[in-house]
Every structure is written in structure tokens, then in C-alpha cells.
């Protein structure tokens, strides 16, 4: 598959987290578009500005942490569903708590995915070869084998 025509938007407040997604991103899928936001807040003005440009390429993936300041990723994702242009859009939520009850709340609004953040790189390269499996492989109804 050609992931040069992909695009993946993230959304984290810890620039250690954003770096270390990005650098295990680039080895599963190299040629991945990554937007990075530091919170929720400029996330969305990220996603209403591109999707008001009629000649951008799509959305297909966005990455959000569920603690961020300003906007939190709860609050992110249900502004992301509520909007037409943008609803379609798989989200997976990213957390250091993999507590049941806030598992099932991301859910109820409206999450693809919920991820566990790693302590590891090595973890961190599995998650991102599975976000490229269930997320980015599929694009378009091609899967790679």
C-alpha cells in the first residue's frame, strides 16, 4: 500500500510521547503524513482549517491522549463526533490508565480503539505496527499481507 497519500493526526501534551509515537509511526508506515497538536483544543483547529480546504487530502487516522489540558481527549473526541465533516474519522485513544470504567466511557463516545500507553519503545513499535494493521492497512479496502 501507499502510505504517502495517509494522513495521521495526534494530539498529546507531553512532547516525549508525541516523539516517541511519531519516531515508531515512521518505522511501521515511513511515508505516513503525522500532524502533531499539543492539546485538544488546537487539535480541533487543526481539523475545521483542513477540513474548509477543499483540496487537502482526507483524515484517515487520529491519535488522541486522554489527559490533556484545555480540551481533554473525552472532550475532543466528542467534538469530533458531533461535527458532519469530521465524524467519520477512526479515532483511537491513547492513556497511561487502562482502568475498565474510563475504557468504557472513551468508548461510549465514540472511540475505534483504546491503547495503553507503553513504558517501552520496543511496546511502543508493537502499537504502532497494530495501528497500521487496523487502522492504516485497510484504507481504501486494500489490506496488505
Do not use: W
Amino acid at each position: 500500500m501507499d502510505f504517502s497519500k495517509l494522513v495521521v493526526y495526534m494530539a498529546d501534551d507531553d512532547a516525549d510521547d508525541r516523539y516517541i509515537m511519531h519516531k515508531a509511526l515512521r518505522e511501521a508506515a515511513p511515508s505516513v503524513t503525522l500532524i502533531e497538536a499539543e492539546n485538544g483544543d488546537d487539535l480541533l483547529l487543526m481539523l475545521d482549517a483542513r477540513s474548509r480546504e477543499p483540496a487537502s487530502a482526507p483524515v484517515h487516522l487520529i491519535l488522541l491522549d486522554m489527559n490533556m489540558p484545555k480540551v481533554n481527549g473525552l472532550e475532543t473526541l466528542t467534538a469530533i463526533r458531533s461535527n458532519p465533516a469530521l465524524r467519520h474519522i477512526p479515532a483511537v485513544m491513547m492513556s497511561t490508565s487502562a482502568e475498565p470504567a474510563q475504557v468504557a466511557v472513551a468508548y461510549q463516545h465514540g472511540i475505534n480503539g483504546y491503547i495503553q500507553k507503553p513504558t517501552t519503545y520496543s511496546h511502543m513499535r508493537q502499537i504502532a505496527q497494530a495501528i497500521k494493521i487496523c487502522f492504516l492497512n485497510a484504507v481504501g479496502g486494500h489490506v496488505q499481507r
